[in-house]
């Protein structure tokens, strides 16, 4: 037998089936393969492609087994967000037509890709030529995003990402996180082309408008599906290699393949409308020419097998971590309904009477308007507004709704009776909660001080449970404090409890003397000032006072001025409520506080301080490495006026801050509440006599303050600089990881519930790893995760392994405990972080150690996003799952955890979530990754 080239073949093949198309005017191009040749010469690309070839092997492989194919049936959809951009547009398009033809290719997509399409039934006529089960399903639905849309391109939140001769080629940053359909006008009679498989990254599809959604088009935009490609099945393809599906016939021959089971091998592919027959039976098989990914027409291309459906939805679970999810919002809006519920109208004096928006169809803004009975506040735009009234009477309330799509309203009248003071419902029986464990605060927003009559103040936080707020108020005001804005009792499983304290002092964690003027249960309560000055806000848990903060947000901290306080005017001589130097400085006070800063306790909580403390150079230094022991710093900041930019002058020494590109860098001038650093060596302090000025100026000399530094008194300065810095530290990496299960989005840390049960010694001394070290800890640290294992890579050479102690907050320490952790080598390198039951990372390129090496940024781990799991907006971790830690996340891993079953409080390889115990909640963990296979370099 003569063997042909590959390239013969080819020809021999056009030649002969060119005879055959007499009756056809037009057959399927697809220029993927085109593509593919000029995104391959991309190395990082050519590393995705091998990725996603080498997945959908593994699957293949996998596919055999019955209890693999049982875990591996998708249990929930998977929903993509699109965005589609027509391009080449006439200047007279029908953005109308085109919109309703989006919509319609979309609809068409989600048939095909889950059996639903009207000519699925065309299977039972062929069925019996092929090996399976059925059509496959996919359970992908794709949705035209219509929330968060890219900037500069003039679409608002409920239109569809459609877009009209904004765009040009076949990829747009800009619209990385969505797959993207360019519509355009290609040459060469190609009807599309796309990446195998897309990466989420801008990239997407590309379809010629001849050849795009179904029905009749918009001829006059320039868009009309054309027979025999009219049913939208050219989408429905090209997105399938976007997907990661090659065509069924793979390179070609029947030596090739598509590395999908359930495809019959065959050699060639099929144009126009074939037949079950010998004319199409290649490979000793009959070949589906059916399949979408076949070259046949429109109307004769109609299923996907299972093993394709489940490619796709390995890989739209992939594409899920990368895609923007707060982009799917599939329905079309439609304008809200206004409604709203009132609640108890019956209230003691100065109580309040709450209203709750009940609105449907996701209103984006709500805006209330109050009349009659002297009711205060007479408007509002919270979903929950409070209201008090001077008297008994009737007050009409008004709600309109409104988003994109339209608005509503609805008006009622509510009856308000205010009992008298001595009615016994007018009397508390809740005890009042003098004890917090959380706060005070300083700079909490508008809190601090209280508004005049018919205005509120907020925080700009939420709150927590068992916290301490404190505002300024005027005698005779009557006020209302509420967190009822987005609060709820399930949250800190429980009703908090207020308690409003007038003249009392904070000691530590209990209020010392004062008057109680209010307390109640639930989101708010209402209270009139007897004195001028301050009160205090305690928001407990009911029966939990003083107990535990419970640092969950849950409602914002409002403070409602219902009547008695007078607003002033501008000048006036006086400096009423509501004003402050920044609005009225000829009535008020620049109330300017130069302090030093205390970071001793936590470096990330800076608080003020009277006297000044000192801190060597490392303390400021991310890699904990000292380079100039020589070097002393003290932090200062001013609270003053946010309207207003401080000049900064030091007597001696040099002033260091943000500077206007963000380094670290000599600073003249700081905004309000900035931190500054004043570095100063021996030779200034001695140049002091032993005392040094700051000076903050903020107005020409009107608004001033200072601080005096006597360094014989310096908090942390132990006679001179040199004893206080005696010497650089040793050079240490600083390593980040997160891990999968432990994470908790609460805390934004990892949780320890297993630390008990944590081994003593390093658990990496057996297959795969063989780590042959011998280190053990004589206790766990406070605070540790778990045990990593780290390598120094040199091209592919191990340069150096040690093991450390992972941090629940995402460092990795050494065995003592210490902060980083050290290496005998330095140099350049890639770093490879090891877990015991996770998924392993190696960084995308060599860096420098010592230094910093970050895993929860996928930007530095090769192979990104397909390599981590995203935890939180801008937070990655390694996937949970590999419980025999080689580097690929399959059946193995299933039956680790199918033996370890129901262990509790231990090591567990199949312990997932890291809480000591082996339950279904493991394998709901390792279900989500299941098929997620890491990079070679990796694996062992």
Not at 172 to 185: L, Q
Not at 587 to 606: E, H, Q, R, S
Not at 629 to 654: F, N, R
């Amino acid at each position: 037998m003569t063997i042909l080239s590959k390239k013969a073949f080819l020809l021999l093949f056009c030649t002969l089936f060119s005879s055959v198309l007499f009756a056809q005017d037009a057959i399927r191009t697809c220029g993927t393969d085109a593509h593919m040749e000029q995104l391959l010469q991309d190395e990082d690309y050519k590393r995705l492609h091998e990725e996603a070839t080498e997945q959908r092997l593994q699957l293949n492989q996998n596919a055999v087994d019955p209890q693999f194919r049982q875990d591996m049936a998708c249990s929930s959809t998977i929903i993509l967000p699109m965005a589609i951009h027509y391009q080449g547009l006439p200047s007279s398009y029908n953005a109308g037509c085109l919109r309703a033809l989006a919509l319609e290719a979309v609809e068409a997509l989600n048939e095909d890709y889950n059996a639903l399409n009207s000519d699925i039934s065309n299977w039972s006529s062929v069925a019996s030529s092929f090996s399976i089960n059925g059509p496959g399903e996919s359970c992908v639905e794709f949705c035209l995003a219509t929330q968060n849309h890219p900037a500069g391109y003039g679409l608002s939140n409920g239109d569809y990402a459609i877009t009209y001769n904004a765009t040009s080629g076949d990829q747009v940053s800009a619209w990385s996180g969505y797959i993207n359909i360019f519509i355009t006008d290609l040459e060469d009679d190609e009807l599309g082309y796309s990446p195998l498989p897309g990466s989420g990254n801008g990239d997407g599809v590309v379809i010629d408008r001849d050849y795009f959604s179904r029905g009749g088009g918009c001829a006059t935009s320039g868009v009309s599906p054309t027979f025999p490609f009219n049913l939208n099945r050219t989408l429905t393809h090209e997105l399938g290699h976007y997907l990661n599906l090659p065509h069924v016939w793979g390179n070609g021959g029947c030596v090739s393949d598509d590395g999908i089971s359930d495809t019959p091998s065959q050699s060639i592919p099929y144009y126009g409308c074939a037949s079950l027959g010998a004319s199409t039976t290649s490979c000793s098989s009959q070949d589906m020419f059916m399949n979408y990914m076949d070259y046949a027409n429109d109307a004769c291309m109609y299923l996907m097998t299972p093993g394709q459906a489940q490619v796709v939805y390995t890989r739209a679970n992939t594409l899920s971590n990368i895609l923007h999810s707060h982009t799917i919002v599939c329905a079309s809006p439609t304008p809200p309904v206004a409604s709203f519920t009132v609640g108890n109208t019956s209230i003691c004096p100065g109580g309040t009477v709450t209203l709750s928006s009940t609105s449907t169809n996701s209103p984006s803004s709500l805006s209330w308007t109050f009349s009659g009975a002297g009711v205060s506040p007479t408007s509002s735009t919270s979903a929950t507004p409070s209201i008090t009234v001077s008297s008994s009477g009737t007050v009409t309330a008004t709600l309109n709704a409104s988003n994109s799509a339209g608005n509503d309203s609805e008006t009622q009248s509510i009856s308000i009776t205010v009992l008298p003071a001595n009615d016994p419902a007018c009397s508390s029986t809740t005890p009042p909660c003098t004890s917090f464990t959380g706060g005070p605060y300083n700079n909490q927003g508008d809190l601090d001080v209280a508004g005049c009559t018919g205005a509120f103040v907020e925080a700009n936080y939420l709150a927590w449970a068992n916290e301490i707020y404190f505002s300024e108020v005027q005698a005779g005001g009557n006020y209302t404090f509420d967190i009822c804005d987005g609060y709820s009792a399930t949250t800190w499983g429980g009703d908090a409890e207020i308690t409003v304290i007038e003249g009392g002092t904070i000691d530590v964690t209990d209020v010392i003397g004062g008057t109680v003027l209010a307390v109640a249960t639930g989101c708010s309560v209402s209270f009139t000032a007897t004195t001028d000055g301050i009160i205090l806000l305690i928001i407990a848990l009911s029966g939990d006072c003083g107990g535990a903060v419970i640092e969950t947000g849950n409602g914002l901290p409002t403070l409602t001025t219902n009547s008695g306080v007078s607003c002033g005017g501008c000048p006036d001589t006086v400096c009423d409520v509501g004003e402050d130097y920044c609005t009225c400085p000829t009535d008020c006070p620049c109330d300017d506080l130069a302090v030093f800063i205390d970071l001793t306790t936590d470096p990330d909580t800076p608080t003020g301080s009277a006297t000044p403390f000192a801190y060597c150079e490392d303390f400021i230094l991310v890699n904990g490495e000292n380079p100039n022991p020589e070097v002393l710093y003290v932090p200062v900041a001013v609270s003053g006026q946010d309207c207003l930019t401080y000049d900064i002058s030091s007597t001696h020494g040099t002033l260091y801050g943000s500077d206007v590109t963000g380094n670290f860098a000599p600073i003249t001038t700081i905004p309000n509440l900035t931190i500054a650093w004043l570095q100063i060596i021996q030779a200034d302090i001695d140049a002091s006599g032993g005392n040094t000025t700051i000076t903050f100026d903020g107005d020409n000399g009107n608004c001033v303050s200072s601080l005096s530094i006597n360094w014989a008194s310096v908090t942390n300065y132990a006679s001179s600089v040199a004893a206080t810095c005696p010497s650089a530290a040793a050079p240490t990496t600083l390593i980040t990881c997160w891990l999968e299960g432990a994470w908790d989005t609460g805390t934004e840390q990892m949780t320890l519930l297993r630390t008990a049960e944590i081994p003593l010694i390093q658990p990496f001394n057996r297959p795969p790893w063989n780590y042959g070290g011998n280190e053990t800890v004589t206790s766990m640290p406070a605070n540790i995760t778990d045990w990593v294992l780290i390598e120094l890579l040199n091209g592919t050479a191990t340069i150096e392994t040690k093991v450390g102690l992972l941090g629940n907050n995402s460092v990795v320490y050494d065995l003592t405990g210490a902060n980083n952790i050290s290496f005998s080598n330095s140099g350049t390198y890639n770093v490879i972080i090891r877990s015991y039951n996770h998924l392993d990372a190696i960084t995308a390129n060599p860096v420098a150690i010592p230094g910093t090496v970050d895993f929860t940024d996928a930007a530095n781990v090769m192979m990104g996003t397909n390599q981590l799991k995203q935890l939180a907006t801008n937070e990655w971790g390694l996937y949970a799952g590999d419980a025999t830690g080689d580097g690929v996340i399959n059946v193995f891993d299933f039956n680790a955890y199918a033996f370890e079953l129901n262990g509790v409080n231990d090591y567990y390889q199949a312990d997932f979530d890291l809480d000591g115990n082996v339950s279904v909640n493991d394998f709901n963990t390792y279900l989500l990754n299941s098929t997620v296979i890491g990079i070679s370099e990796i694996r062992y």
